[in-house]
């Protein structure tokens, strides 16, 4: 399973930007997504999740900023990040969970400027 994500770029502090990230295979049926970032010198971490069901779950960094999602027919999951930081500089992953095998697109780039 390849996962394709786009929507990275440039903003100023306050600003807003949306990623999306599709699975390029077919048949992939509907896991859990999520997205995951990491900062220059740190570890990967944990920004949001979408179950199945359609439960979410946040960092406590990220809570009433981001928003996770998903179109079940384009099977895309959306991460809409508003009153962006400086400290929300990083790369953006997206992964796929099936089972106990975890899948993870190449990363998009974002960077708020103070």
């Known amino acids: 399973v390849q996962l394709q994500a786009s929507g990275g770029g440039w903003v100023q502090a306050g600003g807003s930007l949306r990623l999306s990230c599709t699975p390029s295979?077919?048949?992939?049926?509907?896991?859990?997504m999520g997205w995951y970032r990491q900062a220059p010198g740190k570890q990967r971490d944990l920004v949001a999740i979408?179950?199945?069901?359609?439960?979410?779950s946040y960092a406590d960094s990220v809570k009433g900023r981001f928003t996770i999602s998903r179109d079940y027919v384009k099977k895309t999951t959306y991460l809409q990040m508003n009153s962006l930081k400086p400290e929300d500089t990083a790369v953006y992953y997206c992964?796929?969970?099936?089972?106990?095998?975890?899948?993870w697109g190449k990363g998009t780039q974002v960077t708020v400027s103070s």
């Open positions: 979408i179950a199945p069901s359609g439960d979410t």
């Open positions: 295979a077919r048949g992939v049926g509907i896991n859990r």
């Open positions: 992964n796929l969970k099936r089972g106990m095998v975890d899948y």
